[in-house]
């Protein structure tokens, strides 16, 4: 272990006889020199190696802050032990690896420097029987051993031991690590009668060498130390304690859970608390001097024993004192004590807690106690408490043999009043009469009051919260504004995050007929999603990323993943703007980090879209992974620059499961991550298990993605659906907003902004999306704007596709159609005449997408348009028709029209008589369209 570390130096053991002796001698001649803090034994037969037991590799300096970092320091961490000696035993390598030999040597060195544990967080399933008989000689010396069950997935160690958590001696207590929900972590052995217990193991945030810190170690590795440090404990208010008092105060008190029954011989998990207080419940022992301690001729020390019953009856208790008295060696002090029930009962046994907003309501604001007079005479009791904030319905009386009082405990007018924070105050009950006291305590915690948030757009609808952008030509953009106001009178507003999301809607195109009708808009039979259209560069340093290009190309929406080495090059703006977006991840140092960034940022400048990951955000550490230049100057990062770190248990924690880049994204493994920060105002997309963010965005075109997913790293479970998703989203971008104010942003009563959203459609489709403005607003913390929108290939338009001008004989039915281009809404039609003055003379009952004429006659010929209306996309003219009308067709004016009938029937238009080759009685042609 790293003895130097500043939370753990002072809670070393020290061999005084080397650490006041001569350096480089055997001072206290146990054939090792300087085994000031422990000793190392890595040769693999078992010879010492040396005097210094230093870390190389992390595990045991994590381990030793989990059982003993000084505690109440102002430093890092608190382990569970404040005040304890750790001896470094150092048998495993700097590689992790070590031979029984070894362990038996490090075992028998804490036997003989009188150590009462030893944590042993390492593990084979090798049979070592000089291992067990050196754990039975430990325990023959009253020394517990506290083992890990090991890490094999969900191993039966009853089936297949894993040793030495899985030997038999009874001084041996074994260790499954449990998660954050009291589950059995996924890595963790088992053993319904091989394993004790479990304790906490995923995540665990202890010290590391460098006086640093990590929270990413995962394993019954670490949860070991916690049952040691929590057996350290024990001893520290049992000295001489024997073994198997420990175990059992440890095992009989875990908290039993029934996730855990029939896993380990406890089916439960550790339980610190319990364990302390049933271990000597009645008698502790205060101002206990540091262990040992060096008393000189004709002196003493003196320490406290407390008599504090928690449970009627006769009580008894020893303590032992241990010293190396020659006629002496083992002092025993017998403790009695009697502890009988007052007859002054109070229920409930509980705390008063109350909750609320500061001026508000603050619930609930009474608790009822009954106090109830069990004794045989009168009693006379108080009830007092310790704060102005909170008052008793009544302060005391008298109450006769088997009456009861009812006491409220209500919050007074000047708790709302309190600035926001915590309180507390005692409740006090008191038998005058006898002496005795009951203690309860009030709890209250008080709420800053928050803004209220209102959200207005510029298409006003009933629903202030739904923006539809209509239809818009591909390649062309429609803009609106969305407002927010702070509509509260008293308080800020906080804006602590604006986020967008969009996304196309595949195969959403409504049948012809009714539903048409029905719709806000059509959306046109092509409205799909476009194959095979993203081209993408992965961005990369020393690899070119082949597994990775694969998977990617195996989306029907990308077109093509090509790779460029930024270890060996710098990429041109000219280059990356060939690509939708581009892939950046370094393994190895960029050539020129600070160029390849500003080529970056002039990219994204330009329109480019980029998703980032492991290691480009990494601290450079010597490596050259970080990237630089402007686009980590000038913050087109989601995330602020972290510690490079690995951890193969880490495994996605809390995530928007709405968000595009998350659709379908459940797994996501382990491995290099670094300890990033979410940039103020970066939208959050996902974290890793234990909080560290995942996957954010920045201003809709950069994703940062703190995930490892090099070729030989981990693209297991749903790693490569999170990157393809993450890319078509920066890709798309169908929806985006205009310039946003620095966040968190404070909107001061009866204050707005106004931030503009646009739909930049680049593929004919039919999109939603929704903007999130998150604030501490306490009825709407996510205010959530739907907006949606059509993505049309052309303009709304009227066109016609027949004989110009149309001809027909007198008398002659009519019919003169138009073809409609891009509708998006309701179409209504309406013709007109077109005047020689250009004027248009509107025609009543012509409101068709066919101009019609029962019998022309010769006041029906000129010029005729149609203008038709679309509610979603506007109007739209036809072009100007004309009519001609003759008193019969000729032979030489038939011939003419029939080819113009044949061409229009291929370009899609048909037109045909009523009855073919045959004339009407009058003499004239009908033809029509279909």
């Not at 089936?159 to 449990?178: C, K, L």
């Not at 005058?432 to 709890?443: F, K, M, N």
């Not at 039609?829 to 250009?838: E, G, T």
Request: charged share 15%; hydrophobic share 40%; proline share 5%.
């Amino acid at each position: 272990m790293d003895y130097t570390h500043e939370d753990l130096a002072a809670n070393m053991w020290v061999n005084d006889a080397e650490f006041y002796g001569t350096p480089d001698v055997d001072d206290d001649g146990n054939g090792i020199v300087d085994d000031i803090h422990g000793a190392r034994w890595t040769n693999g037969d078992g010879t010492v190696t040396s005097g210094d037991p230093m870390d190389g590799q992390s595990h045991g300096t994590h381990c030793s802050g989990t059982i003993g970092a000084v505690g109440n320091n102002g430093i890092g961490v608190a382990g569970v032990n404040w005040n304890v000696r750790i001896m470094g035993l150092k048998f495993l390598d700097d590689e992790g690896s070590g031979y029984d030999t070894d362990a038996v040597s490090a075992l028998e060195y804490a036997v003989e420097k009188g150590a009462h544990l030893t944590s042993n967080s390492w593990g084979s399933n090798e049979f070592s029987q000089a291992l067990l008989d050196a754990i039975k000689a430990a325990g023959e010396a009253n020394q517990l051993f506290i083992a890990a069950a090991g890490n094999d997935y969900g191993n039966n160690n009853d089936d297949y031991p894993m040793y030495p958590a899985a030997y038999p001696p009874d001084n041996i207590i074994a260790v499954a690590a449990s998660d954050h929900n009291d589950n059995m972590a996924y890595f963790s052995n088992y053993g319904p009668t091989t394993v004790d217990l479990a304790a906490p193991g995923v995540n665990i945030l202890s010290t590391v060498p460098g006086n640093g810190y990590d929270g990413s170690f995962s394993g019954t590795s670490m949860a070991t130390p916690h049952v040691s440090g929590v057996a350290a404990l024990l001893l520290s208010i049992n000295p001489g304690a024997l073994y198997q008092d420990v175990k059992g105060w440890i095992l009989e008190n875990v908290t039993p859970l029934p996730q855990w029954e029939g896993l380990t011989v406890t089916g439960g998990r550790l339980n610190a608390s319990d364990a302390l207080l049933y271990s000597n419940p009645h008698f502790q022992l205060d101002g206990l001097p540091a262990w040992p301690l060096a008393i000189g001729p004709g002196g003493s020390v003196t320490f406290d024993v407390i008599y504090a019953p928690i449970a009627v009856g006769d009580h008894e208790a020893r303590v032992r004192i241990v010293s190396d008295d020659m006629n002496e060696a083992e002092t025993l002090v017998h403790l009695s004590g009697s502890c009988r029930e007052d007859v002054l009962a109070v229920s409930p046994l509980a705390n008063f807690v109350s909750e609320g907003y500061q001026f508000g309501t603050l619930t609930p604001a009474c608790k009822t106690y009954t106090l109830t007079n069990r004794g045989l005479s009168s009693v006379d009791w108080t009830a007092g408490v310790s704060a102005t904030w909170v008052a008793a319905s009544s302060t005391g009386g008298s109450l006769a043999p088997g009456a009861s009082v009812a006491v409220d405990i209500c919050l007074t007018a000047e708790a709302p009043l309190l600035s926001p924070g915590e309180y507390e105050a005692d409740l006090v009950f008191t038998n005058v009469t006898s002496g005795w006291q009951g203690t309860q305590l009030a709890r209250v915690r008080v709420l800053a009051n928050p803004g209220e948030i209102r959200v207005e757009d510029t298409i006003p609808i009933v629903d202030d919260l739904d923006l539809p952008f209509g239809a818009v030509v591909v390649g062309k953009e429609r803009t609106e504004q969305i407002t927010v106001s702070n509509i509260n009178n008293d308080y800020d507003l906080i804006i602590s995050q604006i986020g967008l999301s969009g996304s196309v809607v595949i195969g959403d195109a409504p049948p012809d007929g009714a539903a048409k009708a029905a719709a806000p808009y059509r959306v046109p039979p092509d409205a799909a999603l476009a194959l095979g259209r993203l081209n993408v560069l992965v961005l990369g340093t020393g690899t070119d990323f082949t597994m990775l290009r694969y998977y990617l190309s195996a989306y029907p929406d990308i077109n093509r993943v090509d790779a460029y080495d930024a270890a060996s090059g710098v990429p041109t703006v000219e280059m990356l703007l060939t690509y939708h977006t581009v892939v950046v991840m370094s393994e190895y140092a960029f050539l020129d980090a600070v160029a390849t960034g500003n080529a970056l940022a002039d990219y994204v400048d330009a329109g480019g879209s980029v998703v980032e990951a492991v290691g480009v955000f990494a601290f450079d550490g010597g490596f050259g992974l970080e990237l630089g230049g402007r686009f980590v100057t000038e913050g087109y990062e989601p995330f602020l620059h972290g510690d490079l770190t690995y951890n193969e248990y880490l495994f996605l924690g809390a995530h928007n499961t709405q968000h595009p880049i998350m659709q379908g994204v459940h797994n996501v493994p382990g491995g290099f991550m670094v300890y990033v920060s979410l940039r103020p105002g970066a939208e959050w997309v996902a974290n890793w298990y234990d909080g560290t963010p995942l996957v954010a965005v920045w201003n809709q075109n950069v994703v940062g993605i703190n995930l490892y997913a090099f070729d030989y790293g981990d693209l297991s479970g749903d790693v490569v659906a999170l990157f393809h998703n993450a890319i078509v989203y920066v890709a798309e971008r169908p929806f985006r907003t205009g310039t946003l104010p620095d966040l968190p942003l404070v909107l001061a009563p009866g204050s707005t902004f106004t931030f503009d959203v646009s739909f930049v459609p680049e593929n004919v489709g039919k999109y939603t999306g929704q903007v999130r403005i998150s604030s501490n607003d306490k009825s709407t913390p996510d205010a959530n704007v739907a907006i949606s929108g059509l993505a049309v290939g052309g303009e709304f338009a009227l066109t016609y596709t027949g004989r110009n001008p149309a001809l027909a004989g007198v008398g002659d039915r009519v019919e003169i159609p138009v073809n409609t281009l891009y509708s998006r809404g309701l179409v209504a039609y309406q013709w007109y005449r077109v005047l020689p003055d250009k004027m248009l003379q509107l025609l009543d009952e012509q409101t068709d997408e066919v101009l019609e004429f029962d019998a022309v006659d010769w006041g029906d010929v000129g010029d005729y348009q149609c203008v038709a209306t679309d509610t979603v996309a506007g109007s739209a003219l036809s072009p100007v028709i004309g009519l001609e009308v003759v008193e019969d067709l000729p032979l030489s004016k038939v011939l003419p029209l029939c080819l113009s009938v044949i061409m229009a029937a291929l370009m899609g238009v048909v037109l045909t008589r009523r009855n073919p080759l045959e004339r009407r009685s009058d003499g004239l042609t009908k033809y029509d369209s279909r």
